[in-house]
């Protein structure tokens, strides 16, 4: 779609024009005794330093932390001795990155910002998880966090136990998933899980909240993600590879009357996320889900159009995942393998789609990419994931 | 004749003069007058520990007590009583307190007690005690022994469904004391100079009409009163010097040579 | 099914009490009205006044309508139970030390989907019935029960967590001389206490009565006088650690008010048996209570106030006895606080006049003792924190509700 084209269907205006690149991670620790202030800082020197920038230069600064208290962005930019004309802070947990992205594009279309970075990171003290538990919503206060402590993973339990119920999904499902991932972490020198997953280890490992078990859990680490988004020419104004966006959705708590979750708000928008973009499911080439737990996985992989809702299971027995795979997913292993740096895992997909598609992956490549789905999900404030969003990007 | 006071310490601090303690113990356990639950009721002993040692007071113990003018053994004044309210010198502070040391006698009625809780002291028993020990000379306690301060808290009390059954005396004794005797006082082991079923006589509680009405002192819930000879022991008892106070709790002690 | 309790086995006086733990408590003030339902008994929930949608979890705006007009309302309880989980792992200490756990996802006919405790007979694909319950922490949570009672439901221990079931554990009733001390004895052995202590003071006065509370199987008489700060100190000595429920039967009700009244005496012992009594009873068996909250199947758990209803508004007839009473409530308040720590109820039961001696000459409706007896052991079988027993308690508890000073110009007649 050409540039201020709008979409018939939606009536939206197209991304032309709007790229991503320079991809960082800072290597996950399981614990550190630094700061979110100082793992976000890791990911914007990086950042300035690839693209040989100066921090005066970042005009647009996108931050999501869990563990950034009592800071917000705005302390940030005092901190990082950074100037933005445009900030934001975007706390919808693995929804942030795909958001944004949404917002730094239509930015800098505007010209409101020239390069934003955009940076997520997350330290992991000892008492990080159960703090992060206690103070996660109002309602979670209120009406989950009694109710056993159990955290999310009791939450995804009852969502889990749910779709199990109603689409026969079978725990050998998800750990085929789970396996396929791992298998695809191999090659990340800081994942946090470092060994292949079999079937067998999966099927009796220490149970969590019926019917989650050990390996259905991401691991909580500290650690940062970060990338530029920019205009194409001052990109290559930087020589830096990149990848093009072509279309974006993003939808927060959807369908309130579905007594327990089944679908995320992909679902509503979906169809829009396609013909933005031009493209039909099949012609992707590899998709990031977020991977939370792998009933979620199953529902994107319903809910962002490559099955329809409830043949999550049989989809997944009859493809791989791994990157060499029928249907590879999760490239670099999601953070089930590498682990869940907190608000991090809500860029992890992205940074890792981009490396794919500029040719410089962690991991294994996956062989010809040419376009992908990413896809974010986050922030359960009672009973269900709030936040949804989804992006395709191609190389350029 | 002069009598010297040192001489008389002397022989105290060397244990000829033997001091008997007429005294109960303060305590929470013990009994105290019930009088019909819609009437004002004589406070029970109370203890509250102010420190012991502690954080409330480091070097120190000490307590605040809470009691009646009546709780224990206690001292009765005339003003306690109607017939009384109006005689000069009659609450605890104006008695002149020389009278608060005074001769004793003690007459022994325990086995009559313990065969009748509702024993009554008559002039009769009181003319034919005198025959053993003398007349009882004007200006002395006269001390009821019941041997009752010797039982446990219930038969000490001694309530039943229509109240306490205790010894005492009766009415024409009690005038007697007063007019034929000219008595120093009454004192008794038991709750009350008067019977237990005192309130049904004619006047009610005879002992405390007609001593304080004519001025004259009562002691109760006195003890070892066995160890007193019929004759010759002399008390002192002196009151709290309590503003316009109907009464004490007190020390009583009898010095016996 | 759940397993009926077992009377629990001698502890053994070797092995470490276990510390009490308190599940997360903090609400919102919103959320809290789910607490003032629990209190009571009731089961409500938010119901907005414009579009009549039933709401959960609480919030400050309809999500229908946005109307900001939530009042809390009583709902119907049923609903089925969607799915259930297990929680085996848990970052809170206090569920890290009871699990498995299971909770689960209720939808309510009323509308809303609530996650609730589950008790063992609460199975998925069935139908429930919902209760509002303080737990330990005093905060309300939701526990979904089975849809008709089950053999020895009561026995659930993560409903017994909830509830202060006098079954198997040991009483005090603190003054067994009175008609209600004394139907509080039969009514608590009724309900299958282990033991039922019975405080009697001054055992020099005859107890009428004595001969029948004594033959009742679990009671042993104690020395106990509220009065004697002594007396409390060494009952709780010698008993305290084996007391798991604190029945505070003392009472002192004389007619009269303040002004008109002469003299002290009265005024003196009505604050001294009611008020200060509490006190010594706090001071003396409080910290043992607490520190027993979580020690084990018996575990210590409630401390029971008998109050008069005119202790929120005071009856001039009886004036004075209302104002020691509204002492007592207020010393109260202040040790349920205390006392949470240790996961330790304090029930405050409201009356108004008895079917005894003192209110003789009071019109009915008057509450007899044994009524009120069996209402103190319905409240701690529920749990609950505020009991209002007999037709005046719930009418002085409506007018209040609606216009204090209305109601304290009524009472003046």
Redesign the interface.
């Known amino acids: 779609m050409a540039q201020g084209a709008r979409d018939k269907s939606s009536g939206r205006q197209s991304y032309d024009g709007v790229v991503a690149c320079l991809p960082v991670t800072i290597p996950y620790r399981r614990y550190s005794t630094n700061t979110a202030q100082w793992w976000l800082g890791r990911a914007l020197r990086e950042l300035t330093t690839r693209a040989n920038l100066r921090p005066a230069d970042i005009d647009g600064l996108a931050v999501s932390s869990f563990t950034l208290a009592p800071d917000t962005a705005i302390g940030l930019t005092q901190h990082f001795g950074v100037s933005p004309r445009w900030l934001d802070h975007i706390p919808f947990g693995g929804a942030s990155g795909i958001v944004a992205l949404r917002r730094a594009a239509r930015a800098v279309q505007a010209g409101d910002a020239e390069i934003v970075a955009c940076i997520a990171g997350d330290t992991n003290h000892v008492d990080s998880?159960?703090k992060t538990?206690?103070n996660f919503s109002?309602?979670a206060?209120?009406?989950?966090?009694?109710?056993?402590?159990?955290?999310a993973?009791?939450?995804f339990?009852?969502?889990t136990?749910?779709y199990m119920?109603q689409y026969g999904a079978k725990r050998e499902d998800f750990a085929k998933l789970c396996i396929a991932q791992r298998d695809n972490a191999l090659a990340i020198p800081f994942a946090m899980m470092k060994k292949k997953l079999t079937l067998d280890e999966y099927m009796a490992a220490?149970?969590?909240?019926?019917?989650?078990h050990l390996f259905d859990c991401v691991m909580p680490c500290a650690g940062a993600e970060g990338l530029l988004v920019c205009r194409e020419d001052v990109a290559k104004s930087l020589t830096l590879p990149y990848v093009r966006v072509l279309s974006i959705i993003e939808r927060h708590n959807a369908f309130?009357s579905d007594?327990?979750q089944t679908r995320g708000g992909w679902a509503v928008d979906i169809a829009e996320l396609w013909s933005m973009a031009g493209l039909k499911p099949d012609a992707v080439d590899f998709v990031q889900t977020y991977d939370d737990y792998p009933v979620i996985v199953m529902m994107q992989l319903e809910d962002l159009g490559f099955c329809t809702k409830g043949e999550g299971p049989d989809f997944v027995r009859s493809h791989t995942f791994t990157n060499d795979g029928s249907f590879p997913q999760n490239t670099s292993g999601g953070q089930l393998s590498v682990g869940q740096a907190g608000a991090a895992g809500g860029l992890l997909g992205l940074v890792e789609a981009v490396r794919q598609l500029i040719g410089a992956p962690l991991g294994t490549p996956v062989r010809d990419a040419r376009s992908c789905v990413v896809s974010g999900f986050g922030m359960i404030n009672?009973?269900r994931g709030l936040s949804s969003g989804a992006a395709i990007i191609a190389r350029a | 004749m002069t009598v010297d006071v040192l001489s008389f310490a002397r022989a105290v601090a060397a244990g000829q003069i033997r001091v008997v303690d007429l005294t109960q113990t303060l305590s929470q356990d013990f009994p105290t007058i019930v009088l019909p639950p819609e009437l004002g009721q004589c406070a029970p002993f109370r203890m509250e520990e102010i420190s012991r040692y502690d954080e409330r007071g480091p070097a120190w113990y000490w307590n605040n007590i809470s009691l009646g003018e009546h709780t224990g053994t206690h001292f009765d004044a005339p003003i306690h009583w109607i017939s009384g309210k109006d005689l000069p010198d009659n609450a605890v502070d104006t008695i002149d307190v020389a009278k608060f040391i005074a001769p004793a006698v003690v007459i022994d009625c325990s086995k009559e007690c313990a065969a009748d809780p509702d024993f009554a002291l008559t002039i009769a028993f009181v003319e034919a005690w005198e025959a053993r020990h003398g007349k009882i000379e004007p200006g002395h306690w006269v001390l009821l022994r019941s041997d009752w301060s010797k039982q446990d808290f219930t038969k000490y009390a001694n309530l039943r469904d229509d109240g306490a059954h205790t010894p005492g005396p009766a009415p024409e004794v009690v005038k007697w004391f007063v007019e034929a005797r000219d008595v120093h006082g009454f004192g008794t082991e038991t709750i009350g100079t008067d019977l237990g079923q005192g309130h049904h006589f004619n006047p009610p509680f005879p002992a405390h009409f007609y001593m304080h009405g004519k001025g004259r002192f009562g002691l109760q819930c006195l003890t070892n009163l066995d160890q007193l000879p019929p004759k010759g022991a002399v008390i002192f008892a002196a009151p709290l010097k309590i503003k316009q106070g109907s009464g004490s709790p007190l020390r009583v002690l009898a010095l016996v040579s | 099914m759940s397993e009926p309790l077992q009377r629990p086995k001698r502890k053994n006086p070797l092995q470490r009490t276990k510390h009490p733990l308190s599940p997360p408590g903090v609400r919102s003030r919103t959320a809290h009205g789910l607490t003032a339902a629990a209190a009571e008994g009731r089961f409500a929930l938010q119901v907005c006044e414009d579009c009549k949608t039933v709401i959960y979890p609480p919030r400050d705006c309809c999500p229908s309508c946005l109307s900001a007009r939530l009042p809390f309302r009583d709902v119907e309880r049923g609903g089925v139970l969607v799915a259930e989980t297990a929680v085996q792992v848990s970052a809170d200490p206090y569920f890290r030390e009871r699990t498995p756990w299971r909770v689960g996802t209720v939808k309510l006919d009323a509308g809303p989907l609530i996650v609730a405790h589950l008790h063992a007979d609460a199975l998925e694909g069935y139908r429930v019935r919902l209760d509002l319950k303080l737990d330990k922490s005093g905060s309300a949570v939701v526990m979904a029960l089975p849809e008709r009672d089950t053999p020895n439901m009561a026995d659930d221990p993560h409903l017994r967590e909830m509830t202060c079931d006098p079954k198997f554990r040991r009483v005090l009733i603190t003054d067994g001389r009175t008609p209600v001390g004394q139907a509080m004895a039969k009514a608590f052995a009724e309900a299958g206490a282990a033991i039922v202590f019975v405080g009697i003071a001054d055992p020099w006065k005859p107890v009428p009565g004595f001969e029948a509370l004594r033959k009742i199987g679990p009671v042993e008489i104690v020395p106990l006088d509220l009065t004697d700060s002594e007396s409390v100190s060494e009952q709780a000595e010698q008993n305290g650690a084996r007391i798991d429920i604190i029945v505070n039967t003392a009472e002192h009700v004389r007619s009269g008010g303040i002004v008109d009244r002469h003299g002290l005496t009265t005024v003196r012992e009505q604050i001294d048996i009611r008020y200060l009594g509490l006190v010594r009873l706090a001071q003396a068996f409080g910290p043992v209570l607490r520190a027993r909250g979580a020690d084990g199947a018996n575990a210590a758990a409630a401390f029971v106030n008998l109050v008069s209803v005119h202790a929120l508004m005071n009856w001039p007839a009886y004036g004075s006895y209302s104002a020691a009473e509204a002492a007592c409530l207020s010393a109260a308040q202040c040790m349920r606080t205390e006392l949470r720590p240790g996961g330790i109820k304090v029930m405050n039961v409201f009356f108004g006049p008895l079917e005894t001696e003192w209110f003789q000459t009071v019109p009915p409706p008057k509450l007899a003792p044994s009524a009120l007896a069996r209402a103190v052991v319905r409240g701690l079988q529920q749990g609950l924190e505020d009991v209002f027993v007999g037709d005046i308690a719930e009418d002085i508890r409506a007018r209040l509700a609606v216009n204090p000073k209305a109601l304290e110009r009524e009472l003046a007649s």
């Open positions: 998880f159960r538990l206690s109002r309602f206060q209120d009406a989950v966090y009694p109710y056993g402590a159990g955290g993973n009791a939450s339990a009852l969502i136990k749910n119920n220490r149970p969590i909240a019926d019917p989650v309130t007594p327990i009672y009973d």
